[in-house]
């Protein structure tokens, strides 16, 4: 599958690595440095291609966002139509989002980039895994996959989002529909804190435990 990753920072790049060793051609780009992309493109080898954003959505079925959030306007507007992609959406913000009245913004930013993007198949997730468990040379915890929930409201875009999940040895959850992003977001969040604010580092992630 051929997927563009816009952002190439510290998701994008983990990504990208994994994804390439699973066969996928990947396309690199949304830096504001452009001669970045071919650095990264480089460092991930032959099937990593470095691009602008209008050529790695255009030559992609499915485009993953690791961008900042603030950062995804602007993508959005190099990007040209997203009709029919699979956009997954892999952002994160810890702060209240607002609405262009300045009111709160009770929506998710995956339903904000949905509003924003008409005709993508917008899929939120690989928001709430920490780069480093992706950049690490396992997945695995005492043997066992880390959860990945995703929702959104297209049911062949969830299940393309799924098998990339389950190729980066993450175990895929089907979250509902999109709006259900706006609790993925605030899980993430607690992920965060839990690492970053509790103590707990990021070498920790969750899992849903079933019988
Ligand atoms: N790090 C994690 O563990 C993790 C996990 C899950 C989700 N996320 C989410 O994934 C996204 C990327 O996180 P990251 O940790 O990979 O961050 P990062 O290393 O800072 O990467 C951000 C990427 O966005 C690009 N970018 C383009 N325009 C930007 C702008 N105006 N401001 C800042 N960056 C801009 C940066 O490229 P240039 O700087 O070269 O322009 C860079 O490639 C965020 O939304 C984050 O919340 C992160």
Redesign the pocket.
């Known amino acids: 599958m051929n997927i563009a990753i816009v952002?190439?920072?510290?998701?994008?790049r983990s990504l990208g690595k994994l994804w390439t060793q699973k066969g996928h051609e990947v396309f690199i780009t949304?830096?504001?440095?452009a001669g970045?992309h071919e650095v990264v493109a480089k460092e991930l080898g032959p099937r990593a291609h470095a691009a602008t954003v209008k050529e790695a959505v255009s030559r992609s079925e499915v485009v993953a966002l690791?961008?900042?959030?603030?950062?995804v306007p602007?993508a959005l507007a190099q990007a040209g139509s997203l009709e029919g992609k699979v956009v997954l959406d892999?952002?994160?913000?810890m702060s209240p989002r607002k609405a262009a009245d300045g009111s709160p913004e009770a929506r998710s930013c995956a339903e904000v980039l949905a509003s924003m993007a008409p005709g993508a198949r917008v899929v939120k997730t690989?928001?709430q895994?920490?780069?480093?468990i992706l950049a690490a040379d396992s997945r695995l915890f005492d043997g066992q996959r880390p959860t990945m929930f995703h929702c959104g409201d297209d049911a062949d875009a969830k299940a393309i989002a799924a098998r990339l999940i389950t190729d980066l040895d993450l175990e895929p959850v089907d979250a509902g529909p999109l709006e259900n992003a706006r609790y993925l977001e605030a899980y993430a969040v607690l992920v965060i804190r839990l690492g970053h604010t509790l103590g707990l580092g990021t070498n920790v992630a969750m899992r849903l435990m079933r019988r």
Do not use: I
């Open positions: 952002g190439p920072g510290k998701l994008g949304g830096s504001r440095d970045k690791t961008t900042k959030w603030t950062a602007d892999c952002t994160n913000t690989l928001n895994v920490f780069e480093q």
